[in-house]
Structures are given as structure tokens and as C-alpha cells.
């Protein structure tokens, strides 16, 4: 499941490229900085990765999944400062949509 999420999230990010002027950057793998100090994206792109992902989750795995709800997280998380930090974060709210019975037999 980790390398399918992997591939949604990368394919999300990657469509916000049609937008852009310049492609976002993934060549430093997982390690890529999208958002904050480091990240190279704004606000309504990171909006419309978030948004484009959680359709992707909820078209493949059955899943609601809620991205842009941080609220459960301490103030100093950064769920989507790079790549690999948002695939976790995703891979971490399906795993709790799974276990609580919100998603579909995967």
C-alpha cells in the first residue's frame, strides 16, 4: 500500500505542473521540499495537491480521508514540507480511515 500511496501523491503533485510556470522539483526524491521555509509552492497549489489527493485515496482505496485537517497534530508538524512527510502523513491518515472502518476492503 505505501509505494501506491507514493505514486498518488507523487502523480497529484506532479499534475500541479500543467499550472506552473517552472515543474515543482521531486529530484531529490522523498527528501523534495514542497511547502514552508524550503519549499518551493504556494498556498493554492499545495490547496490543489491536497484536494487532488484525496480524491486519488478516495477513488483507489475507498477511503475519506481529510489532509487539510492538522488539528490533531502538535503546532511544530510539517506534514507537507517535503515529499516524503506528506506520504507519511497520508499513508498515516488512511491507515486511521482503514482501522476505523471508513474505507473499503483494500
Keep these: ?15 500541479q505542473d500543467l499550472l506552473l510556470s ?3 522539483d521531486l529530484s531529490r526524491g522523498e527528501d523534495s521540499p514542497l511547502y514552508g521555509v524550503e519549499g518551493t509552492i504556494d498556498s493554492m497549489t499545495l490547496v ?3 484536494v487532488d489527493t484525496e480524491e ?10 481529510h489532509l487539510a485537517d492538522t488539528s490533531h497534530l502538535p503546532a511544530t508538524a510539517t ?3 517535503t515529499l516524503g512527510t506528506l506520504c507519511a502523513y497520508v499513508m498515516d491518515r488512511l491507515a486511521s480511515a482503514v482501522a476505523g472502518g471508513e474505507a473499503q476492503a483494500i
Excluded: D
Design 48 to 50: 490543489s495537491i491536497i
Design 79 to 81: 506534514p507537507f514540507a
Design 22 to 24: 517552472e515543474p515543482i
Design 56 to 65: 486519488k485515496i478516495r477513488h483507489r482505496f475507498g477511503a475519506e480521508v
Design 1 to 15: 500500500m505505501l509505494n501506491e500511496v507514493k505514486t498518488l501523491v507523487e502523480s497529484a503533485v506532479r499534475q
